[in-house]
């Protein structure tokens, strides 16, 4: 049955209500006089329905009353008024009241007025639970989903779309999709952004990949479709977009596809590797047996077989490099600590002979106008690995880094441990001043003979060696650039436990 409150200061009109009410099979919950009884009242009996006079006694009139009652309960209710001045109307309005019933009223109009209220709200009450239900599961999911209105304006973002675009939803209102959600297609940055005229178009966009540009200006890769939203009439009354960051997948896979490549390279090294090694060493041997053989007073000659001497073993140098790419390396592992072994390859910077054969790979001249900086956790733990293969490994990267250097610079050594799905690293990073790798680049900086060097400063191989070193330990390498600033790589060795 459902349960109203009357709330009237005139006790004949409250009565002459009440018996109403129940001849019509309603039950009245109470009848007060006050606003601040009724505000009591709705609290404890929670009615469905409340008739409120807006003249009451004391010192809060009914539509002070229900702004206290709409705030706090979902109870609707109706106005009771002997008055029709536009001052109570527009008042009453901010109450968002279900009806009105103007003095005298007749028992057939308040029966009217009830269940037309009644059926408001319960309409109104399941439209707020479905966009509620909706709402909850747009914010539920995790791919990120941007509406549109009939008119083109963002109507809503859910927190995946606010923190992929970095708009909130209120400030994204008053912007345009294209401000929002500022796409191009990845493999096609010249073609307009396909989601502009969501709401206008009559098909859906299916999912591609685009490069979206946040509010931040970073730029993000994200795989993204959108559909028209229709109606029950099938009219378009607006669009939705929805959307994934896809950064972390797309560098995976370049990662994949770049590893392929090298093992790839590795294998074609160690080939040519093997097959060159042999007659080179037959050359070198004869070469300097001729030489020893030939007499000082023959300038030209000596000369000459000194010369040829000089590439072979140049010649060499550069097979002991593909082999160590091609990670054809014969390993003398044993329990060692990072941090000194980088102590020992900077220490030899101060040092006139190097004490190891590793070592003696080190250009000190490269480091003159160079400071290196050291910031080591002196808590990681010992790893398994070749000392001399580590101490080449940081050789290499010190020598990248000084190269990429002009003039006076910085380079940072950092160590720390590095935790990535349950499973502990040491990682090492060489952070360098220089003038960054650009962007087409990036994918050939470990392969063998990449160099952006002049011809005959070196060979490229420095970090080909190094990738391969760091794969048969088990690790990862890899890098941040930015041009101008400077290089970061991350070297991640396992710790064995």
Same mark, same amino acid.
């Given at each position: ?6 709330? %009237? ?31 009591? @009242? ?29 705030? %706090? ?6 106005? @009771? ?27 057939? %109009? ?91 178009? *009559? ?98 000659? $000596? %000369? ?23 990670? *054809?390396?014969?390993?003398? $592992? ?20 190097? $004490? ?40 290499? @990267? ?39 790798? $650009? ?21 490229? @191989? ?36």
């Amino acid at each position: 049955m459902t349960k109203i409150l009357i709330v %009237e200061d005139e006790w004949i009109i409250a009565n002459d209500i009440r018996m109403n009410l129940q001849d019509m099979g309603y039950e009245v919950a109470a009848v007060v006089s006050t606003g601040e009884k009724a505000i009591k @009242l709705a609290r404890d009996l929670m009615p469905d329905l409340i008739l409120m006079d807006i003249m009451l006694e004391g010192d809060m009139d009914g539509i002070d009353t229900a702004k206290h009652i709409h705030q %706090e309960l979902d109870i609707p209710f109706i106005y @009771l008024t002997a008055y029709s001045d536009k001052r109570f109307i527009n008042r009453s309005k901010e109450t968002e009241p279900f009806g009105y019933l103007l003095k005298p009223f007749k028992s057939r %109009e308040i029966q009217i007025v009830i269940e037309i209220a009644l059926y408001k709200h319960k309409m109104e009450r399941n439209l707020k639970e479905s966009q509620k239900w909706l709402s909850t599961v747009f914010n539920s999911i995790t791919d990120a989903v941007i509406t549109t209105d009939f008119n083109g304006l963002i109507s809503y973002l859910n927190p995946s779309a606010v923190t992929i675009t970095g708009w909130n939803d209120i400030e994204a209102k008053v912007h345009t999709i294209e401000e929002v959600f500022s796409v191009v297609p990845d493999m096609n940055s010249d073609k307009m952004n396909p989601f502009i005229d969501i709401h206008k178009q *009559n098909k859906e966009i299916p999912a591609m990949d685009y490069v979206l540009t946040a509010k931040n200006g970073e730029k993000i890769y994200i795989e993204a479709g959108a559909a028209p939203i229709r109606d029950d009439k099938d009219r378009i009354i607006g669009g939705i977009i929805t959307f994934r960051d896809i950064t972390k997948k797309r560098e995976m896979q370049q990662h994949m596809k770049a590893t392929e490549q090298l093992t790839a390279l590795g294998r074609m090294a160690a080939g040519v590797a093997h097959e060159l090694n042999n007659p080179l060493t037959g050359i070198l041997t004869f070469a300097k047996i001729i030489c020893d053989n030939t007499p000082k007073e023959k300038k030209d000659e $000596k %000369e000459g077989l000194e010369l040829i001497v000089e590439q072979t073993l140049r010649c060499s140098r550069i097979i002991s490099g593909l082999l160590g790419f091609s990670s *054809n390396i014969v390993f003398n $592992k044993k329990s060692i600590n990072v941090n000194k072994e980088i102590i020992v390859v900077i220490d030899t910077l101060s040092e006139i002979e190097p $004490k190891t054969s590793a070592i003696k790979k080190l250009d000190k001249k490269k480091f003159e106008k160079i400071t290196i900086t050291p910031n080591f956790n002196y808590t990681i733990p010992d790893i398994i690995a070749d000392s001399t293969q580590i101490q080449e490994l940081i050789i290499n @990267l010190l020598h990248n880094a000084s190269d990429a250097i002009t003039g006076t610079g910085n380079i940072y050594i950092t160590t720390n441990l590095y935790t990535e799905n349950n499973k502990d690293y040491i990682e090492i990073q060489i952070k360098d001043t220089g003038h960054g790798i $650009k962007e087409q680049d990036s994918s050939q900086v470990f392969e063998p003979f990449f160099t952006t060097r002049a011809v005959g400063q070196g060979t490229g @191989l420095g970090l080909a060696v190094s990738h391969g070193i760091v794969k048969m330990h088990g690790g990862t390498i890899t890098f941040k650039s930015e041009l101008n600033v400077g290089t970061t790589f991350f070297v991640r060795l396992p710790v064995t436990k």
